[in-house]
């Protein structure tokens, strides 16, 4: 839920579709991340595209500008993951202790 342009900071889980041709603005996961699931068509950003059973993760500060050229439907989540996790999921050296 974008409440500025590019920045979100809302805890919530919904199903979102994709018209054909569909583009979301770049934006920056804020506190909490995002975490996908494409449930059918392929959804689409600047790393690539991913059918249907695709999982994604956007970690806290990670940005990216989605769309959907053929049409698809997520299951995304926001707002929930750690600060503590760096990109690739491991936890930092701050969370080891």
């Not at 500025?4 to 770049?26: D, K, W």
């Not at 053929?70 to 996790?85: E, N, Q, R, S, Y």
Request: charged share 20%; proline share 9%; aromatic share 8%.
């Amino acid at each position: 839920m974008p409440t500025s342009p590019g920045r979100e900071v809302a805890r919530a889980t919904s199903i979102v579709r994709y018209a054909p041709g569909s583009r979301f603005e770049r934006h920056v996961h804020g506190g909490g991340g995002e975490e996908i699931l494409v449930l059918e068509g392929v959804f689409q950003d600047e790393r690539g595209s991913y059918p249907a059973g695709s999982w994604l993760r956007h970690p806290p500060g990670s940005m990216h500008r989605p769309w959907s050229e053929a049409g698809c439907t997520i299951w995304v989540k926001t707002g929930h993951l750690p600060a503590t996790l760096s990109p690739d999921g491991s936890e930092t050296a701050s969370a080891l202790g």
